[in-house]
């Protein structure tokens, strides 16, 4: 059974940092790009960042550049997205998702094949 569980959101104020963790399960890891999304109360959902399983290279949305860093545990299948200076307008439920993306990993949903359940991230000001 494939799985991918979000975990580390929470409450946290303006300018904190929160770390998510994305522990994957019931597929090749090393097969698959991950990518990382969020939907805030009352938007569509966009992407964040993703990492590629092809080299390790990484994208992130503007909104996040600078303060966001994604990284990947291969060993422990598991995927991290380090958040620093954290903003309300951050605030939202944050998925991670998996995908056979090719060399180079975008943030398109259509690309990816596996989502988590979600984790909340509520940033307080």
């Known amino acids: 059974e494939v799985q991918l569980v979000e975990s580390g959101g929470g409450l946290v104020q303006a300018g904190g940092s929160l770390r998510l963790s994305c522990a994957a399960s019931?597929?090749?890891?090393?097969?698959?790009?991950i990518g990382w999304f969020r939907q805030a109360p009352g938007k569509e959902r966009e992407g964040v960042s993703c990492?590629?399983?092809?080299?390790?290279?990484?994208y992130y949305a503007e909104s996040v550049k600078g303060r966001f860093t994604i990284s990947s545990d291969n060993a422990n299948n598991t995927v991290y997205l380090q958040m620093n200076s954290l903003k309300p307008t951050d605030t939202a439920v944050y998925y991670c998702?998996?995908?056979?993306?090719?060399?180079?990993?975008?943030?398109?949903?259509?690309?990816?094949?596996?989502w988590g359940q979600g984790a909340q991230v509520t940033v307080s000001s």
């Open positions: 019931g597929f090749t890891f090393d097969d698959y790009s």
């Open positions: 990492i590629s399983s092809y080299d390790g290279s990484t």
């Open positions: 998702a998996a995908g056979v993306v090719g060399a180079v990993c975008f943030v398109y949903e259509y690309e990816y094949d596996y």
